[in-house]
């Protein structure tokens, strides 16, 4: 199946077309087209137009179920924004009626804001289409010596 990931190398809601990239590749027979986003920069216009381009996932990166774990695995991020953005976003596709695009939460698990998965499973349950959690790798040993992380 033809597929296009619109998020490499940086936040594509970066792009202030990125509904008419979308658009684009469906009309060039691109059946799945996803990206990642963190949701920082998602507010309703553009929420409304990356639902009608025929996106068919989105996956928002959160981390955190809390304001103040979200400050220290995000820095610089507002997580009541994002949870604004985000929430905004499903209310407008459940109005548009549409069952695309797909959307994701993601947390990926580490010593800072483990302790909040469950927390952040129950927020997103009731909301989203898939919640996942992620392993932690630190691969930053890996430029000093040869190092295989357990999987």
Same mark, same amino acid.
């Given at each position: 199946?033809?597929?296009? /990931? $619109?998020?490499? &190398? &940086?936040?594509?809601?970066?792009?202030?077309?990125?509904? !008419?990239? =979308?658009?684009?590749?469906?009309?060039?027979?691109?059946?799945?087209?996803?990206?990642?986003?963190? &949701?920082?920069?998602? %507010?309703?216009?553009?929420? !409304?137009?990356? =639902?009608?381009? /025929?996106?068919?996932?989105? %996956?928002?990166?959160?981390?955190?179920?809390?304001?103040?774990?979200?400050?220290?695995?995000?820095?610089? &991020?507002?997580?009541?924004?994002?949870?604004?953005? #985000?929430?905004?976003? $499903?209310?407008?596709?459940?109005?548009?009626g549409k069952s695309y695009p797909r959307v994701r939460v993601s947390f990926v698990v580490s010593e800072e804001n483990k302790h909040e998965q469950k927390k952040f499973f129950e927020?997103?349950?009731?909301?989203? %289409?898939? #919640?996942?959690?992620?392993?932690?790798?630190?691969?930053?040993?890996?430029?000093?010596?040869?190092?295989?992380?357990?999987?």
């Amino acid at each position: 199946m033809p597929s296009i /990931g $619109l998020d490499h &190398g &940086g936040d594509p809601l970066m792009r202030k077309d990125i509904a !008419k990239i =979308i658009k684009k590749a469906k009309e060039s027979f691109i059946i799945d087209c996803i990206f990642h986003t963190n &949701g920082y920069l998602l %507010n309703r216009e553009l929420s !409304k137009e990356v =639902i009608e381009s /025929g996106l068919t996932k989105i %996956n928002f990166s959160l981390d955190a179920a809390s304001s103040e774990v979200y400050k220290r695995v995000r820095l610089g &991020g507002d997580y009541e924004k994002v949870v604004k953005n #985000i929430d905004a976003f $499903l209310s407008i596709k459940k109005e548009s009626g549409k069952s695309y695009p797909r959307v994701r939460v993601s947390f990926v698990v580490s010593e800072e804001n483990k302790h909040e998965q469950k927390k952040f499973f129950e927020l997103w349950k009731d909301k989203v %289409n898939l #919640i996942a959690f992620q392993k932690c790798y630190d691969f930053s040993k890996m430029l000093s010596q040869h190092y295989i992380p357990k999987l």
